[in-house]
């Protein structure tokens, strides 16, 4: 298994402000995942961060609005910004195992007014 | 372009009940097929795993198989109890990339 967490849980922020979330995994993992879940919604991924390289993004994302450093293998962090309501989501990022299990972090729960 | 479906998107059952959750999937091209719960505000738990070889794997009361054939995943509880009350959501991961396709949970309520 893996043991993730995620800070902040959960925050309120203002529009036009930025978010930096930051995911910390117990043991080195070669590549974490960026997902977003929309109220209602199911996941939908954002982008795969490998250690050492730029992160990969999903149709309908962008480097701009949601950078991601990856700085070591078991650290990354995933940047929302200049956030509108339509941002409001739960963030989760997540490891794959060798055993192609895939493992979540508890998720930030982000709220833009 | 790989598409997943989870009928009902919400079921509630009499405590104790055996059930059936559904997911079926479009491209039976498929690395493996993760069934995960997720509890209101919280993360995902990985419940079960199914390599594309493989035909069901089982976990205490839950029982998940897979018949690529037809696109199809079930996840069977038995003897369900209110602590199995929360969203279940199925996934496939093709064989091209680590990417998981997600379907859109089924919304489990176990009425004591």
């Known amino acids: 298994s893996a043991v993730i967490s995620q800070k902040p849980s959960r925050d309120i922020c203002q529009r036009g402000t930025s978010l930096t979330i930051q995911c910390q995994v117990d043991s080195q993992v070669t590549m974490m995942f960026w997902y977003r879940q929309q109220p209602g919604q199911s996941l939908t991924l954002i982008a795969t961060a490998n250690q050492g390289s730029e992160a990969t993004y999903e149709s309908g994302f962008v480097i701009d609005k949601f950078p991601i450093s990856r700085p070591n293998l078991t650290f990354s962090t995933l940047t929302v910004s200049n956030m509108s309501p339509e941002d409001s989501s739960i963030y989760l990022c997540?490891?794959?195992?060798?055993?192609?299990?895939?493992?979540f972090g508890p998720g930030t729960r982000l709220t833009v007014l | 372009k790989q598409e997943v479906t989870q009928i009902p998107a919400a079921l509630s059952v009499p405590e104790g009940e055996n059930l059936v959750l559904n997911c079926s999937f479009t491209?039976?091209?498929?690395?493996?097929l993760q069934w995960f719960r997720q509890d209101p505000g919280k993360g995902l738990t990985s419940l079960l795993l199914i390599q594309s070889s493989q035909r069901e794997q089982t976990s205490g009361r839950l029982n998940a198989s897979l018949d690529k054939s037809s696109g199809r995943s079930t996840l069977y509880i038995a003897a369900s109890q209110p602590g199995d009350s929360a969203t279940y959501l199925c996934a496939v991961r093709p064989w091209s990339n680590y990417q998981l396709i997600w379907g859109a949970g089924t919304k489990l309520i176990i009425k004591p």
């Open positions: 997540s490891v794959e195992r060798s055993t192609d299990t895939q493992y």
């Open positions: 491209d039976s091209a498929i690395y493996n």
